[in-house]
């Protein structure tokens, strides 16, 4: 009996990092609008980050599925939502993300993000959002979703239309550009 207690206790002991859920916050002032307020909340299980970023019109909410390989943003002042390939070059992996996110406060969360993506947003909707996972698929449902396709070497003349760009826990600058954000 004292030897199943035991095994019990050090499956949980062992388990119980790879199936936590960890929650963080972060206070910004750096984003259009002023301040900001981002709620990180990662499933290790899942391998699913989803960050929250209030900031009254200018919120949003973004989903990183390391699952299912790709990540969305659902921007309010847009009504929409868009899907893109997840790059695990440049975003954290899910295992790091916390310590990554307790080092940059530590150093300067007003500093420029470490990182950045550049994405062009196609203006075609996408209609069937299950091939993209449930954590996507719950984020962008009763919206008009689009898939948007990173641009490796941005410069100035490659899209002459509007952007939408957020920073993603101080850590990452995305900028996602095309007619979907043209006012």
Request: contains cysteine; glycine residues 8%; hydrophobic residues 35%.
């Amino acid at each position: 009996m004292k030897l199943i207690i035991l095994s019990a206790a050090l499956l949980g002991v062992f388990l119980a990092p790879i199936l936590a859920t960890d929650n963080v916050n972060v206070n910004n002032s750096g984003n259009r609008g002023g301040n900001s307020h981002q709620s990180v909340g990662i499933n290790n299980q899942k391998k699913v980050v989803n960050v929250d970023n209030n900031n009254g019109w200018h919120s949003w909410n973004t989903v990183w599925d390391y699952g299912s390989g790709y990540t969305a943003i659902r921007v309010f002042s847009k009504k929409s939502c868009i899907i893109a390939p997840l790059n695990k070059h440049v975003m954290p992996d899910v295992t790091v993300l916390p310590q990554a996110i307790k080092e940059k406060q530590k150093t300067g969360a007003q500093a420029p993000p470490d990182k950045k993506l550049t994405y062009t947003v196609s203006p075609n909707k996408i209609t069937d959002l299950s091939a993209y996972g449930k954590d996507i698929e719950n984020l962008c449902r009763g919206v008009p979703t689009y898939l948007a396709h990173e641009v490796k070497a941005p410069s100035f003349f490659y899209y002459s239309g509007s952007c939408f760009q957020a920073n993603i826990l101080c850590l990452l600058g995305v900028s996602y550009c095309g007619e979907t954000f043209a006012n």
